[in-house]
């Protein structure tokens, strides 16, 4: 079976929670949900996914389903118990990224009179210090990956360099997953780095799309295909609408 | 002990112009009904408080009743932006829009502190991003036992603090279930207390999960069936989810936004 630019991006934030065991996989976004939800059906049982409300699921649920039978209950304030206990690795949206993983959510423009009042922080300033963090942006540009974010709501790592050792002690940012590939920042002062390009995208094509250097190590590899296993999963059971081709076209 | 009372003499006792009003509800149990109520009696020059500001900030901001707002994330959920709040803090319309911003542990932290009566909470996020720059209400503090620095937020207590919920008694003991966010800290931090309820009953049933506010937490209790229309009410009512998708085009104008108020607002009782 050949896979979607969709599938491809559902599969890879999948790949973000590999390992975790057993932790919260909070969220955001559709490719990002199924994600979660399709690690957890595959390589990593243990994962703890919810409805997109407040009910864990015993099960993954396709996306947008009612909840079925629980496992468990996470209201708002528990959850952001959670969140400064730790075991959760969100995967949050950003509206621009800069080349150490800082992110905006929050205004861009002057900070009293904003070109674009965005949603606000929520909960970016916390869960980039006390939990692991992903981020899946849908649309990779240079509107989004800029020098210098205008408002820093999520942290990146040289900020947290800056907080020292022990106030950044929980800080992680894991991956980035976008339309185009994955990066981490698994470089020595943790700027951004490509790991793959999604099949049919050039190292060029990325490059130009970002407004910053990007670190690129020899030889980029491509984005790994879904499974059968896996297209099955999210064709049939965790998405039959369709939802994740409407968040990245074709 | 609470009075039970209409919601127009309710709001027009307990909320005055100026006051710091917070709103809470999360996902349901928003209630509607109430701030449409304050924007029909003309109160204004509030500071509006809500963890998530959506559509019934929305409305509350374009009618120019606020003049400051403090909050975590401001948007229509599932549908977008909130249009009306966006062109009070990009265009100053109807009246520039003052923001205090936080994020969401940081607003629950600020209703706990204020519930204790104590001056403010700690916590580790908000180090490292912008915030601290940009309000008054966060800095940091030192841990007397490890000498960490962490963050502190002012606590947060509102003069009024106003929610909706399933059911009360006759004595205005009030019971709110199902997808529950901050209400009971906001109840708890304010001076004073509107709950609006779908129910009013002889006695209350415990129901699991259930969050009781004893009447000697609470102001006043208004009867209002589907108070928190277009959110929902857990076993009352349904979320009218296409009323959100129609906000959107309502909101993006100006005047058809004033006209909708107008009809659904203003000109109804």
């Known amino acids: 079976m050949s896979a979607t630019r969709a599938e491809i991006c559902v599969a890879a934030c999948a790949e973000a929670w590999r390992g975790d065991g057993e932790v919260l996989a909070a969220a955001m976004g559709t490719c990002s949900i199924l994600g979660a939800r399709l690690a957890r059906l595959t390589f990593e049982p243990g994962l703890l996914t919810t409805d997109g409300g407040a009910m864990l699921t015993a099960e993954p649920v396709p996306f947008g389903a009612p909840a079925g039978p629980a496992e468990g209950w996470m209201p708002f304030r528990d959850h952001l118990w959670l969140v400064q206990n730790g075991r959760r690795h969100v995967m949050m949206g950003a509206s621009q990224i800069d080349r150490f993983g800082n992110t905006n959510i929050s205004a861009v423009g002057a900070w009293d009179r904003p070109k674009s009042q965005l949603l606000g922080v929520r909960g970016a300033p916390g869960n980039t210090i006390c939990n692991p963090t992903s981020y899946w942006i849908p649309k990779h540009s240079t509107r989004v990956f800029v020098p210098k974010v205008d408002m820093v709501s999520g942290v990146g790592y040289d900020r947290a360099a800056e907080l020292g050792p022990v106030a950044s002690r929980f800080h992680g940012l894991r991956r980035v997953v976008t339309d185009l590939g994955v990066f981490d920042f698994g470089t020595p002062d943790g700027a951004m780095r490509l790991v793959s390009t999604h099949p049919g995208v050039t190292v060029e094509e990325v490059a130009a799309a970002t407004g910053f250097d990007l670190v690129i190590d020899g030889d980029v590899p491509e984005t790994r295909q879904p499974t059968d296993e896996e297209l099955r999963l999210i064709r049939e059971v965790l998405d039959p609408r369709s939802l994740r081709d409407r968040e990245v076209r074709t | ?269």
């Not at chain 2, 509607?32 to 509030?46: K, N, P, S, V």
């Not at chain 2, 709040?85 to 100053?92: H, I, S, T």
């Not at chain 2, 909101?251 to 107008?262: G, I, K, T, Y």
Request: charged share 20%; hydrophobic share 45%.
């Open chain 2, 1 to 269: 002990m609470a009075e039970i009372r209409s919601l127009r003499d309710a709001v027009a006792d307990l909320i005055h112009d100026g006051d710091t009003v917070a709103m809470e509800g999360f996902t349901h149990l928003i209630p509607f009904a109430a701030a449409h109520e304050i924007i029909r009696q003309g109160i204004t020059d509030l500071t509006l408080v809500r963890m998530t500001p959506d559509v019934i900030y929305d409305q509350l901001i374009g009618m120019g009743v606020a003049r400051r707002l403090v909050f975590s994330w401001g948007g229509n959920p599932g549908v977008g932006s909130l249009h009306r709040f966006r062109d009070a803090v990009e265009n100053g319309w109807p009246r520039p829009l003052e923001l205090d911003e936080h994020s969401h542990a940081g607003m629950a932290n600020r209703y706990v502190a204020g519930a204790s009566r104590l001056p403010f909470a700690v916590l580790r996020g908000y180090r490292g991003s912008d915030l601290p720059k940009r309000s008054s209400t966060i800095a940091t503090v030192t841990c007397p036992f490890t000498g960490e620095e962490l963050a502190a937020v002012a606590a947060v207590n509102p003069d009024v603090t106003v929610i909706h919920a399933q059911r009360a008694d006759r004595a205005g003991n009030v019971q709110l279930w199902g997808l529950v966010g901050v209400q009971k800290e906001a109840a708890l931090a304010a001076d004073r207390v509107l709950v609006t309820v779908e129910e009013i009953v002889d006695e209350l049933e415990p129901m699991p999960d259930a969050v009781v506010l004893p009447g000697w937490t609470v102001s006043a209790v208004a009867h209002v069936p589907n108070g928190a229309h277009p959110s929902y009410a857990a076993g009352y009512s349904v979320r009218d989810n296409d009323f959100y998708q129609a906000w959107d085009p309502i909101s993006r104008d100006r005047e058809a936004f004033l006209a909708w108020m107008r009809e659904h607002v203003l000109e109804a009782s």
